[in-house]
């Protein structure tokens, strides 16, 4: 089995691949991607996977482990492998507010950008990727919104050992979630 961390940017995929790996679970993660202002505690990301539209093998890597997988690489998924996947779910507004943060400290944010565009765009996409999830019979999927990781941590965290099937550490996975870190709030 090969789980999945998965969500539009900025929507809590690095806070729940924190808490899997404080829970027990193995992280595929090269570090190469240093924490920063905008992910004091790392973002877990492994580089190759990015690759994975023309290099689909390289999933194999993942199995029995966790990897975090941006959303628009899930449908490039090869076949011949059982998935679970953890898609993290957060308002748009907040993720856009927390992308446009992030692009202004690094300079490369671009006011000329159509915000109403840009929402249209993530709508369009999260159908296709939830289409594409309910129709892959060797994937489970499980949603997990972002305010209820804030605010119901070990609710959460027992749904994942459930979903897993796997024995986690509860408390540490609760102690991974740290509220001040949720910086970008919807209006």
Excluded at 19 to 44: C, H, K, T, W
Aim: proline residues 5%; aromatic residues 6%.
């Amino acid at each position: 089995m090969i789980t999945i961390v998965s969500g539009l940017p900025r929507s809590g995929t690095s806070l729940m691949m924190q808490m899997l790996a404080v829970g027990g679970m193995s992280i595929l993660s090269d570090g190469e991607r240093q924490a920063d202002v905008d992910n004091p505690r790392g973002y877990f990301e492994w580089e190759r996977i990015k690759r994975l539209p023309k290099e689909p093998g390289c999933v194999a890597e993942a199995e029995g482990k966790v990897v975090k997988v941006i959303s628009q690489l899930l449908l490039a998924l090869p076949g011949g492998h059982e998935y679970r996947v953890i898609f993290m779910q957060r308002p748009l507004a907040e993720v856009l507010l927390s992308q446009e943060q992030m692009l202004r400290r690094r300079g490369t944010f671009d006011p000329a950008v159509d915000t109403s565009t840009l929402v249209k765009g993530f709508q369009n996409h999260l159908y296709e990727i939830n289409t594409w999830l309910n129709s892959k019979p060797n994937l489970k999927v499980m949603r997990v919104h972002y305010h209820r990781v804030l605010n119901e941590p070990k609710a959460i965290a027992e749904k994942l050992t459930q979903f897993l099937e796997l024995p986690l550490d509860l408390e540490a996975m609760v102690r991974q979630v740290d509220e001040t870190l949720y910086r970008q709030r919807g209006k």
